[in-house]
């Protein structure tokens, strides 16, 4: 597995550009890579799935946004009956998680007032939120060496997956499963909470 590290170059850019013993270290992590249709394909790929589980992610935290929804609008007219009050209570309060677990995994995350440094290696060039602060002759000129360095392009590419990946991670299907778990316990403690009234009563 290649592991990219945060230099934003590689090992034989770093030869060809003459740099240090020490400098030369840092790019150990990435070794040369030769240009194959093999490697295209699979860059190809990755991104096509990656894509495919945030569409999934999106209409996932779509349908338990609506099915919440739908459940605290319904429930409210019972919040005046004596007996149902706390169930309802107590499940409106599991559907209110779950509607903001579900508007905050779909929510755009970016950072629209800050320019990003360009002296960064972890700036990813080929991210929208990055490039859409830059003029287009900025972006062309910092993307001019990645484009003429197969080892930088695809360490770009291996970066934007990466990145791409942690965002799905710890971004849309973290929250999309608080979600699910809040709805699912706001149900359970719900019915819980029903049959301690029931019991009250007799």
């Known amino acids: 597995m290649i592991e990219v590290k945060d230099n934003g170059a590689s090992e034989a ?3 060809k550009a003459g740099a240090p013993q020490a400098d030369k270290e840092q790019y150990k992590g ?38 919440a929804s739908v459940i605290v609008t319904i429930s409210i007219r019972y919040l005046e009956d004596p007996y149902l ?26 950072n629209l007032s800050t320019k990003p440094d360009l002296r960064d290696p972890h700036t990813n060039l080929l991210f929208f939120g990055t490039f859409s602060h830059l003029e287009y002759s900025e972006w ?18 291996l970066r934007d997956i990466y990145e791409m990946g942690i965002y799905m991670g710890r971004k849309k299907y973290r929250f999309i499963r ?13 019915m819980l909470t029903f049959v301690v009234v029931e019991l009250v009563k007799l």
């Open 13 to 15: 850019g770093a030869f």
């Open 30 to 67: 990435l070794r040369p890579i030769v240009p194959s249709g093999h490697l295209d394909q699979m860059f190809r790929q990755t991104r096509a799935y990656h894509a495919q589980l945030s569409q999934m992610a999106d209409l996932k935290a779509s349908m338990m946004f609506t099915l």
């Open 85 to 110: 009050r706390w169930p309802v209570t107590v499940l409106i309060a599991g559907s209110l998680v779950t509607i903001i677990a579900a508007a905050y995994a779909v929510m755009p995350k970016l």
């Open 140 to 157: 062309v000129t910092e993307l001019d060496p990645i484009l003429h360095d197969p080892d930088r392009a695809y360490e770009a590419m």
């Open 178 to 190: 608080i979600a699910y778990v809040s709805f699912l316990i706001g149900l359970v403690l719900s």
